[in-house]
């Protein structure tokens, strides 16, 4: 068994996800590396970090810069110099958010590449093919992941078309070692979700992910949508909710039975100038930290914490200097890190609720300034 | 004493500069950190790369994000988190190539900011002000340096300016601890080189930069107006040649009797794609090396060739992501860095000129793509 769970405290589960490339703990945050690199940062530090698991993109790696040169030259692990876990998703979510113009059909989808506009289909052979070339630990099923607020005909076909697909994905070609999760999708219609959830489980996956949430729809829904799907779910198996990566959106996911968990939002935020607090999300282009003399975050451990001041980082940011991107990158990546490893601690010692209480209390007026998970998954 | 010369190996030395940030090991290559931070780099790599000495920008500092306040802070060391020592060019260089309107008299200059137009005034007691609140350990004297290809009369109205300027600036207030070098002017002209260290000379510095050459001139004439000034130049104080940063001229100068020198072009090269190497210079956006498995060099040691393939770094290059430009900046400047360690055991073991020689066949057709030292200190 690749999973072992090792604490259940409420829905909320700590667990081992033993990959060919280590043991991940979970509940685990995954920072996203679309393009063969977490964007502003190095394998290294993510090291530092203790990230223990990256996701690598399908559908950009089939363009840039090929699968085979990326096999040609020792899979995605060493042609990117990633030691530890790598996840790669299968291309679905970009070819049905990114494409302009897509044509799906039941064997597969039809598009042009948003490199060069050439036409390209990818089909659940595709995508498992290109994974396996990849290398990846853990390769995803190709899905079909409806927009939030389709109708219920289009997420029942895509429900149905996912369960299709799935059983395909499934029995494709993998590299020895190689684990493999289906997708559960429904939208948030609950008769859907359990019926997607039933087609997926009746199939050999060594994993689970809810997809098709965190795309603009209400939030309090997608917690509800989260918990009532972790619950169809088999309690052996890694759970992974795509897309997200705020503060209170992890720790409710966790509260909600996920053990891994992905999104661009640390690292987008970085390059756009925003530190993740628990005083809140911090525009280092603001004024008021011209001056500031302390770290992003007392107490933090990260490298940009440990040497530089707010006031150093609003300079590089209002200057454009690389190395602000970086630092803001590093710290958000962090925080979120920590927040996992304080989360699994806590589950370990059969006190979660309190501590995910206490948390959600000290993000406080932080929380309201967070987006919905939605625009963190669109842009991936 | 700051300074100590132990040995001498033709024109070329190896010498140790002490400041108030420890022991600096010369022939030093000086990375530029223009506005509080080597572009693309942080101060830890810095260090670890073996950097002893980084530059400060009074100009840019001065407008962003003001002298004042990083005073405040505790002085630039603080600020930008760099441990080691300090140098502060004096602003000069970027008052007479920024500025698109400046006002010249025997006073001071006055200009507009390339940041908003304010207009701005420097004078020699300004640009030392500045540096003693920067509290850098070696503090530049506030010079003109006229064109490339000035009129004698322009060039000779610039030494004695330099001259009375520096008269200024070697009396000016200046914290405990910090060095001052002189500039030596003249251009091309053997004799105004001479009577410019002679006026330098004369004043208590406790080094000396050659200044007004690499702005365009011929590249030999460079060399050769270096080593007849550096001739003139006491042999008990470093002597610092501004802006000279491709393999070949930094074996020159230090051939011609030079101990330390800057230059933006390492990293500025990074930026833009390029990797410095003993089979010349690379352009990572070129095909040929899509599927390059090799290191940017074989045999070196920094971050980048340790884990990185030009394949990769290559992919990250034409992908424009922030990591490729980070690791082809990190591999430049450890390039000029080791070649300096390498360059100083010759000289400490009397085979120097052998060594030079044997470096300058190796780099064989490569010196032949570098560019002048020129525009390597333009666009400081």
Chains 1, 2 share one sequence.
Not at 120 to 132: I, S
């Amino acid at each position: 068994m690749a999973f072992t769970l090792e604490a259940e405290d409420g829905p909320a589960r700590a667990g081992q996800l033993t990959t060919a490339h280590g043991v991940v703990e979970t509940p685990v945050f995954m920072p996203v590396g679309t393009r063969a690199t977490v964007k502003a940062v190095d394998p290294r530090e993510l090291e530092q970090l203790g990230a223990q698991v990256i996701l690598g993109n399908t559908y950009h790696l089939y363009f840039r810069p090929g699968a085979e040169l990326i096999e040609e030259l020792g899979g995605l692990h060493r042609f990117m110099g990633w030691e530890r876990t790598l996840l790669t998703d299968s291309g679905g979510f970009q070819v049905f958010s990114l494409a302009e113009t897509r044509k799906i059909d039941d064997d597969g989808v039809t598009f042009r590449s948003v490199y060069d506009g050439t036409l390209a289909r990818f089909t659940p052979e595709v995508a498992m093919a290109v994974q396996a070339s990849l290398r990846s630990d853990i390769a995803m099923a190709f899905d079909e992941c409806a927009p939030a607020g389709a109708p219920r005909a289009d997420l029942e076909r895509a429900v149905e078309r996912t369960a299709r697909w799935a059983e395909r994905c499934a029995v494709a070609p993998r590299p020895d070692g190689q684990l493999r999760f289906g997708i559960v999708q429904g939208g948030t219609d609950g008769e859907l979700r359990a019926r997607s959830a039933g087609h997926l489980t009746g199939l050999p996956f060594e994993g689970y992910a809810i997809g098709g949430l965190s795309v603009g729809e209400e939030r309090e829904l997608m917690f509800d949508v989260t918990s009532s799907t972790a619950a169809l779910l088999p309690s052996g198996r890694p759970r992974y909710f795509m897309g997200i990566g705020d503060p209170e959106g992890i720790l409710r996911v966790i509260g909600a039975g996920v053990d891994m968990f992905d999104c661009v939002l640390p690292t987008r935020l970085g390059r756009t100038g925003s530190a993740t607090t628990w005083e809140g999300r911090l525009n280092l282009r603001n004024a008021r930290f011209a001056r500031d003399d302390r770290p992003l975050q007392e107490g933090c451990a990260c490298p940009a914490c440990t040497r530089f001041s707010r006031a150093y980082i609003r300079h590089l940011i209002t200057q454009d200097e690389l190395l602000g991107l970086r630092l803001l990158t590093l710290h958000n990546i962090s925080f979120l890190l920590e927040l996992c490893r304080a989360a699994r601690g806590a589950i370990l010692a059969g006190r979660f609720r309190s501590f995910s209480e206490e948390a959600l209390d000290r993000l406080g007026s932080g929380t309201a300034q967070t987006s919905s998970g939605g625009d963190a998954q669109e842009a991936r």
